[in-house]
């Protein structure tokens, strides 16, 4: 451990990492269909709510302790242990997160993969090399696992370059492009027939969807779109400077994510009924709206195809934009086992990334060559059960483990009248005791 630690080099580079970690499929692509799925504008109300009232105090546990221990998730936890029993969930907590962490990604970088290859797609055809367009559409196990080699390699090279050179830099430089195009997108796309009845869709309130159900699907939408519970953002937190205010930098993540998460759906849900209103079929049999693969797959490319060669370059932009979303969050899922195996094992990083790197790939190969049996069970067992118990158990680290005088020390480090703030009355009691029973009542309702 003698190398010297990596640091983000501004608080701006910290909110690009961050808030890059944050926006990834999961704004995209899984947010405007769960509100289309759910009520519409009654999901987003219910959304807001819980991301801030929920996630942000989540996402403040992960921060807090990050940058307090400046280590990864199984040293920083041990480190605010105070006997032997929490040092014992201290290991299992960490582990767990490293394991999760990479179980989340071998299974996010195939469906990133495709959108590499879509990404592709649009190019051959503009050579004119139809017979690998063909192949590059075609779900072959061959195609996708070209794909989540090449996308993985991407993620690798990434990492190995650092804090700095890697994840800032890239960060800095991949978000305000995603926002370019993501805007682009609207606008080209709200001109097109069709796009009204799509945005009325997603904006029209149907509060007679508000149940158990859309509360466990906003609650889980929020903890897997802020990235949390498997430790990516108290490592984040872990390279972040003492001079900047953690409450402040934590909410404006949280607004960030909301915020393209919502304009996601100005993107999607227009773009559906366009592509409805041009002949291609947007519901299932059972009547409900297209939201898995077969959304981004099939509805979105039979779009694409239908607006001739402006087509190819819309296609072409928003499989960028997928894109650029996806790897801005693997990157922070992958530091997550790197950073463990730098600080704990001592090999170095450019060893460490390929090392951890390879393990991870080997595992998305054998969830590609058994699809069916394995794709949807890791996905649960990973988001709808590691994540939440693994969120429970960060609160309870920062709420009941860690002495009190410590964390206020580390929140004053860049807020120094933090005792003054409604933060300093309301989060520490919050994160005690509101934070753990709502993720375990919402867990005990989805496992029943
Ligand atoms: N938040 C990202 C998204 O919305 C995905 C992600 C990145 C993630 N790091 C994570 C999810 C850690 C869970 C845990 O797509």
């Known amino acids: 451990m003698s190398?010297?630690?990596?640091?983000?080099?501004?608080?701006?580079?910290?909110l690009m990492a961050a808030a890059g970690s944050a926006v990834g499929l999961g704004n995209i692509w899984g947010f405007p269909t769960k509100a289309a799925g759910n009520g519409g504008a009654a999901f987003v109300v219910v959304y807001l709510l819980l991301a801030f009232m929920l996630a942000y105090p989540a996402l403040m546990a992960e921060l807090t302790i990050g940058r307090h221990a400046r280590r990864n998730m199984v040293q920083a936890l041990r480190g605010i242990s105070t006997g032997p029993v929490s040092r014992f969930f201290a290991n299992l907590a960490g582990f767990g997160g490293i394991v999760v962490a990479s179980l989340i990604l071998s299974f996010y970088a195939i469906v990133a993969g495709w959108m590499v290859a879509y990404l592709a797609d649009p190019f051959a055809n503009l050579f004119g090399m139809s017979g690998a367009?063909?192949?590059?559409?075609?779900?072959?196990?061959?195609?996708?696992?070209?794909?989540?080699?090449?996308?993985?390699?991407?993620?690798?090279?990434?990492?190995?370059?650092?804090v700095e050179k890697g994840i800032e830099r890239w960060s800095t430089l991949l978000m305000p492009s995603l926002i370019v195009l993501l805007l682009l997108l609207i606008v080209y796309v709200l001109t097109q027939p069709g796009a009204m009845t799509g945005l009325e869709v997603y904006l029209m309130p149907d509060f007679s969807h508000l149940s158990p159900e859309l509360l466990i699907a906003a609650m889980g939408q929020a903890f897997f779109s802020l990235s949390l519970g498997v430790g990516t953002m108290l490592i984040y937190g872990s390279y972040l400077s003492r001079q900047e205010s953690l409450p402040?930098?934590?909410?404006?993540?949280?607004?960030?994510?909301?915020?393209?998460a919502f304009t996601a759906g100005l993107l999607i849900l227009p773009a559906m009924y366009v592509a409805q209103e041009a002949g291609t079929q947007i519901f299932s049999e059972t009547g409900e709206l297209i939201a898995g693969p077969?959304?981004?797959?099939?509805?979105?490319?039979?779009?694409?195809?239908?607006?001739?060669?402006?087509?190819?370059?819309?296609?072409?932009?928003?499989?960028?934009l997928m894109v650029i979303?996806?790897?801005?969050?693997?990157?922070?899922m992958l530091e997550v086992p790197v950073a463990f195996t730098i600080e704990n094992l001592g090999v170095a990083r450019r060893i460490a990334t390929p090392l951890v790197g390879l393990v991870i790939f080997a595992i998305s190969s054998a969830i590609i060559v058994n699809f069916d049996s394995l794709f949807g069970l890791v996905v649960s067992a990973s988001t709808e059960y590691g994540q939440p118990l693994l969120g429970v158990a960060l609160c309870v680290f920062a709420g009941w483990i860690w002495r009190r005088d410590q964390l206020l020390a580390e929140l004053q480090k860049g807020h120094e009248d933090i005792k003054q703030t409604l933060f300093w009355k309301i989060w520490p009691w919050y994160v005690r005791i509101v934070c753990p029973l709502l993720i375990l009542a919402a867990f005990i309702q989805s496992v029943i």
Do not use: C, H, K
Not at 142 to 159: E, Q, W, Y
Not at 248 to 260: C, E, K, S
């Open 133 to 162: 367009a063909e192949w590059l559409t075609g779900n072959s196990t061959a195609r996708n696992l070209t794909f989540t080699a090449i996308f993985s390699g991407m993620t690798m090279l990434i990492i190995a370059a650092g």
């Open 325 to 332: 979303a996806s790897l801005t969050s693997s990157i922070s």
């Open 248 to 260: 402040r930098l934590g909410a404006l993540v949280t607004l960030i994510d909301v915020g393209i």
């Open 3 to 14: 190398a010297p630690r990596g640091q983000f080099s501004s608080n701006i580079g910290f």
């Open 294 to 320: 077969g959304l981004i797959l099939q509805v979105l490319p039979a779009l694409f195809d239908s607006m001739g060669t402006a087509g190819l370059f819309v296609a072409i932009a928003f499989f960028a």
